[in-house]
C-alpha cells in the first residue's frame, strides 16, 4: 500500500493513501480516536469514488508519528493474535 506524507509535523500528520479504499485509513483513524493525547483523528475525501482517503491525526503533548506507531503495533498485534486463533481451528 502506498502512501505519501502531505503534512509531517511533530503535533500533526496528514497521510494521503494511493488507494480509493478507505478501510485502513478508517481502521486508523478509529483506533486513534481513543487514544490519550489525541486531540483529532480522521478520514478526509474529496470525492467518494476520484479522491483519495486521507488520514489526519491531531496531538496534544505526544509527537503525532509516534501515536500513529503505536496504532499500528497495536493493530497488527491483534491481527497476528486473530490468526493464531484462527490456525488453531483446523
Known amino acids: 500500500?502506498?502512501?505519501?506524507?502531505i503534512k509531517d509535523e511533530a503535533?500533526?500528520?496528514v497521510l494521503e493513501f494511493e488507494e480509493n479504499d478507505t478501510t485502513i485509513p478508517e481502521?486508523?483513524?478509529s483506533r486513534l480516536s481513543g487514544e490519550d493525547g489525541v486531540e483529532f483523528a480522521g478520514v478526509l475525501q474529496e470525492h467518494?469514488?476520484?479522491?483519495r482517503p486521507r488520514l489526519v491525526i491531531r496531538t496534544e503533548g505526544k509527537?503525532?508519528?509516534t501515536v500513529l506507531s503505536k496504532a499500528i503495533d497495536s493493530i497488527d498485534?491483534?491481527?497476528d493474535d486473530l490468526?493464531?486463533?484462527l490456525g488453531k481451528k483446523k
Open 48 to 51: 467518494p469514488q476520484a479522491g
Open 83 to 85: 490468526k493464531s486463533q
Open 27 to 29: 481502521l486508523l483513524a
Open 1 to 5: 500500500m502506498k502512501t505519501e506524507f
Open 63 to 65: 509527537r503525532a508519528s
Open 11 to 13: 503535533k500533526e500528520i
Open 77 to 79: 498485534e491483534e491481527l
